[in-house]
């Protein structure tokens, strides 16, 4: 009964159910061996990243895949969405609880990357191409720079500042240090879990399905497609250019405080320009516009390179020619074709209909 | 004095980074993509030149001539394994490709050369060259500043004699304006696109032997840095122009140190980009770059 | 069908979990008659180390340099026992605080039972506070952020801390009017420099040390170092303190060179190496003096035969992070040879054995005489001044 209804549904509509349900199930199947006993701590170690570059990746697809423009600096916006949440739950988780701090830490993280989504969207917008790129780059590299020379810290007199030195913040001795420059935020106390990386993947799920098969999402893809045709048939190229980037930036901000809630630490140079580019990698890898595809990209290529620990020193190597061959087997027209004719062989010897195109 | 001292220094960095952005824009220009692994191959070179200068003893422009080959053909055997597979795929997948392409020659190189890095004996001074004095000793101008910026200016020189006057420059010049019309026409665009490979990586042996002998630390992330200000240098100056890649270049060298010397030197990365910024917000396709007119 | 299987396999997985179950009761009653005995025989179980560190990445030439004291030291180890007292598993970390904790939890599942690492700041930090939620005893080598001692009571250090170090060095510097002006280049973008530095400025200020110049670089803009060299240079600085590591250093005093510029050059045991990178004019380095607890010159028996067997085993001098590494597999092994732990004990009583332990001994190795470890896990050594000299290091000054 249930399986009729699914196989009259809207084709989208059952692939993001289907979307929905490979999370889901993923998350089952490991609360279940979780709770048998039957996951090495590696892998669990694991869990809370994947769901943050999970996130990462859906939320830089949305910029990369549906909006088409390229972002390098995808990192940033995880960036100040980490700090601004870790400090808020440095703050605030001492004098209240878990259940409201914690959602306003992640609040506070969304709202700052957002924030910071349009300051960096309203110049960057305007250029394309490799133009925007090496600009978003650019962003995320000041980003870093900044908070890597930023000393922080408050005493009775209130909130000290200074983009020198510890000792140029003019700290009283009985002052506390929240941001130490190059030594970023330390002893943080950790708050992430499973569950709540798997909540968020869910919510960025709904919220960016619905908005990529809203009418706003489909004048962001008429944008990719063809910016002066959309423009010329009355798109407002800022505005929607403006939304797609900002809720992407907004998501990223999110993953930022998942990801910095799992560690003790916080430091702005694991967010450079090869964190962006090791998200973009996931967009890439899974498909542009194809969200399922960022979700399995992005878990893959996380535990990947600890697959490859029994390897040594050939560990990264490895993970390096797995890269460009999968790209190269993915991406070329040519083994796109020719997988496609062995795979068409080998369904219709079952007698099953030629296998469909990929659909987001 | 002081000024004119770290306005020179600035000219130095600046000059080894638009001999990089040279190759950048080279291959940026014709076959339309972000060779990512650029910084790499000068990295492989530097390595090439430390070895055959320094522990072979060879001669310091043989050596030099060695690398480029060598150089050469790696830069062909990765265009034809790598990303020639994906000339017909997005752009985007090129970029990952080498990305992933960056990554394995880091690799590579460490487990070939350790990750100790190693000291570059400059190869400019090995060769006899002095240092150039002016105000009485007060002012001095490296020997390695004069070579890197005569290279850039001899190397700008033929790029563009070659690219406007020769046979295969008119056919990357085509191959860069229409790729396809330019098949039709008879032009062989493998060729062509192996051949602005070679070139570029022949340029990046060269940029290496600079880089490494006004910085003399080598190790194998050694060409990652230099690698992204250069593509930065190239995007400030117009991607794709040739003297753009040259400005470019030169100015974010002088930016950088006199930030460095007169702002702060935590912020002078935060101040570089900032200043891109700017520029390609006022003028979106850099600083000599060419006005693109879209058609419908 | 399908029911008929999973009945199988749930059987099955039973019957292996209760397999467990009685092996690991067995392994418990074993170890509590050797503990009884308290006796070490020849076939002793094993003591699972586990070493993190960067072998891959910009910072591969610090983890390199601990993995291979680490390996040394293992091996000395079991081959002077006749058995295998230490197995040793590394783990790369390529110095990121993410890959350290996958690193961490990688080594968990091999059964590790003391943590020997990691080597950089950030990934130290993340692994340290790992360590005191699994009560995993964790030396730490090379880390020497305050920050990671004080994380736990179960982490220490074999290094000194970085406000030590800066601390240290200015008092000898004023003690011995090594320079009227001071200038300093530092490492804005990294833990250890800052953490010298800063400590440095402070105590300089208490001293009436003349600071004059303090340029600092980042990881992204090293590669040109003349203009930090050249501002030292215009402000008249005549000892120039350089907390940084030997690699950048190098190219300081390459760029100093050329600017025919000569001042004292002072550094912190990050500078330890220098004479080692390959290529590198060695001569320029003629007087640069380095606070470190570490010399491969040394003429002690216990640095002697470190050196040799490093030599002869990598085939290059071994540095500080070497040596530091290679301490902290003897300083487990002194607590093996007094009794206090075994290999058959959880990873769990091995950490609190060892934690009473370290708060108590006494070790001497190649970093230093009559080392002792404060409440919170930072190490108390004689700091040593060097100064090289025709390629030498000279022992100049103890404080």
Known sequence: ?360 | MQFLSYLISGISLGSVYALIALGYTMVYGIAKMLNFAHGDIIMIGSYVIFFAFGSFGWNPVVSVLFAMAVCTVLGVTIERVAYRPLREAPSLAVLITAIGVSYLLQQVAQLLWKSDPKSFTSIVTAAGLKPLALFEGQLVISAETIVTIIACVIIMAALTLFVNKTVPGHAMLAVSEDRGAAQLMGVNVNATIALTFAIGSALAAIAGALLCSSYPSLSPTTGAMPGIKAFVAAVFGGIGSIPGAFLGGILLGVIENLSKAYISTQLSDAIVFLVLVVVLIVKPTGLLGKKVNVKV | ?399
Not at chain 1, 159 to 186: Q, V
Not at chain 3, 221 to 238: F, H
Request: charged residues 15%; proline residues 3%; hydrophobic residues 45%.
């Open chain 3, 1 to 399: 069908m399908k029911k008929l299987m999973s009945a199988v396999l749930a059987g099955a997985m039973m019957l292996s979990l209760a397999a467990c179950g009685s092996t690991a009761d067995t392994t418990q009653s074993t170890s509590g008659s050797e503990a009884a005995t308290g006796e070490t025989t020849a076939s002793a179980t094993p003591i699972k180390l586990g070493g993190i560190g960067p072998v891959t990445g910009g910072n591969a030439q610090y983890g390199t340099a601990v993995q291979n004291g680490e390996q040394l030291a293992v091996d000395e180890i079991n081959a002077a026992a006749g058995y295998t007292v230490f197995e040793l598993q590394f783990e790369d970390d390529e110095s990121d605080p993410e890959t350290a904790v996958n690193a961490y939890n990688a080594l968990k599942d091999w059964g590790m039972q003391v943590l020997l690492g990691a080597v950089t700041s950030d990934p130290s930090l993340n692994v340290a506070s790992e360590c005191v939620n699994d009560n995993m005893f964790m030396l730490t080598p090379s880390a020497s952020a305050e920050d990671v001692a004080l994380t736990g009571p179960n982490v220490f250090q074999m290094c000194f801390t970085d406000p030590n170090q800066g601390k240290t060095s200015a008092q000898y510097i004023a003690d011995n009017n090594l320079g009227t002006n001071i200038g300093i280049i530092y490492d804005s973008s990294d833990p250890y420099s800052t953490g010298i530095y800063t400590a440095f400025v402070a105590t300089a200020g208490e001293l009436g040390l003349n600071i004059v110049a303090q340029p600092s670089f980042t990881a992204d803009n090293k590669s040109d170092l003349s203009t930090q060299v050249a501002q030292c240079q215009d402000a008249g600085a005549d000892l120039v303190f350089l907390p940084i590591y030997y690699n950048e250093a190098s190219q300081i005093l390459i760029a100093a060179n050329s600017r025919g510029y000569t001042p004292t050059f002072f550094g912190c045991d990050g500078m330890d190496g220098i004479l080692g990178v390959e290529g590198f004019d060695t001569s320029l380095a003629n007087g640069l003096m380095m606070l470190c607890p570490f010399s491969a010159f040394g003429d002690d028996e216990t640095t002697t035969t470190f050196v040799s067997a490093y030599e002869a085993a990598f085939d290059s001098t071994p540095n500080q992070f070497a040596a530091d590494a290679y301490d902290c597999v003897y300083a487990i092994y002194q607590c093996v040879q007094d009794g206090t732990i075994n290999g058959d004990m959880s990873a769990s009583d091995m950490c609190d054995a060892l934690v009473e332990a370290f708060g108590t001994m006494s070790f001497s190795g190649t970093t230093g005489e009559n080392q002792t470890w404060d409440e919170n896990g930072m190490i108390s050594k004689e700091p040593k001044v060097y100064q090289i000299q025709d390629d030498a290091y000279v022992l100049v000054g103890e404080e």
């Open chain 1, 1 to 360: 009964m249930a399986l009729t209804r699914l196989k009259h549904m809207k084709k989208t509509t059952r692939s993001n159910l289907i979307t929905f349900g490979i999370v889901i199930v993923f998350y089952l199947v490991v609360e279940a061996l979780m709770a048998g006993g039957l996951t090495s701590s590696s892998f669990e170690g694991q869990l809370v990243p994947i769901c943050a570059y999970v996130v990462l990746a859906i939320s830089l697809n949305l910029t990369v895949g549906f909006l088409g423009e390229l972002s390098l600096g995808h990192a940033g916006f995880m960036s100040v969405g980490a700090f601004a949440g870790v400090l808020l739950w440095t703050v605030l988780g001492k004098t209240l609880p878990a259940y409201v701090a914690l959602p306003l830490a992640f609040l506070a993280g969304g709202l700052v990357a957002g924030i910071f989504g349009v300051i960096v969207g309203v110049p960057v917008l305007r250029l394309s191409g490799d133009y925007l790129a090496i600009v978003t780059l650019a962003f995320g590299e000041i980003i870093k720079n900044i908070i890597n020379a930023c000393y922080l810290g408050y005493d009775e007199n209130g909130l000290h500042f200074s983009l020198t030195d510890a000792a140029s913040m003019g700290l009283a001795p009985d002052g506390t240090t929240l941001i130490n420059g190059a030594m970023g935020i330390t002893r943080i106390t950790k708050a992430s879990t499973f569950t709540m990386g798997i909540a968020l993947v869910l919510i960025t799920l709904v919220v960016i399905l619905n908005l990529i098969h809203s009418r706003t999402g489909r004048a962001v893809m008429a944008i990719r497609d063809n910016e002066i045709a959309a423009q010329s048939v009355g798109v407002d190229l800022t505005r929607y250019k403006l939304t797609a980037f900002v809720i992407s930036a907004v998501f990223a901000g999110f993953a930022g405080v998942l990801y910095a809630l799992n560690y003790s630490s916080l430091v702005a140079r694991r967010f450079d320009y090869n964190t962006s580019i090791q998200i973009l990698v996931f967009v890439v890898l899974g498909g542009m516009g194809n969200i399922r595809g960022s979700i399995i990209a992005a878990a893959l290529l996380t535990v990947l390179p600890e697959m490859l620990r029994g390897m040594d020193d050939y560990r990264m190597l490895i993970y390096a020619i797995v890269l460009i061959v999968m790209m190269i087997f993915n991406q070329s027209p040519q083994i796109v074709a020719w997988r496609k004719r062995v795979a068409a062989r080998f369904t219709r010897k079952k007698g099953a209909p030629a296998p469909q195109k990929e659909v987001a």
